[in-house]
Nanobody
Framework: QVHVEESGGGFVQPGASLSLSCVVS????????MYWFRQAPEKQRELVAV???????SVADSVKGRFIISRDNTKNTVVLQMNNLTPEDTAVYFC??????????WGSGTQVTVSS
């Protein structure tokens, strides 16, 4: 019932920026903690960023200083702003909407490729 859809991925050169969006429907968005994960081929899925229902946000050490997560409750949207991208950022990025003990919904992912 909770639907999550990512967008904004693409093919960019190192140093470029991308902004990923995640739109959530089917639930009270403001009650959900929101997460971005990424998974590169043959690598474990990695937690990239989280923004809580209160708006508190944090990112993984691997992207600290380059990525920032934010939410707009009026648009049911979470944004992952990615700056100074490197080839190591290449992965499928997944948005996750979670309300503990109630739901844990995932999008299908959006591909980010960073290459010269």
């Amino acid at each position: 019932q909770v639907h999550v859809e990512e967008s904004g991925g693409g093919f960019v050169q190192p140093g470029a920026s991308l902004s990923l969006s995640c739109v959530v429907s089917g639930t009270a968005f403001s009650h959900a903690d929101m997460y971005w994960f990424r998974q590169a081929p043959e690598k474990q899925r990695e937690l990239v960023a989280v923004v809580t229902v209160s708006g508190a946000n944090s990112v993984a050490d691997s992207v600290k200083g380059r990525f920032i997560i934010s939410r707009d409750n009026t648009k049911n949207t979470v944004v992952l702003q990615m700056n100074n991208l490197t080839p190591e950022d290449t992965a499928v990025y997944f948005c996750n909407a979670k309300r503990p003990r109630l739901y844990d919904a995932w999008g299908s992912g959006t591909q980010v490729t960073v290459s010269s």
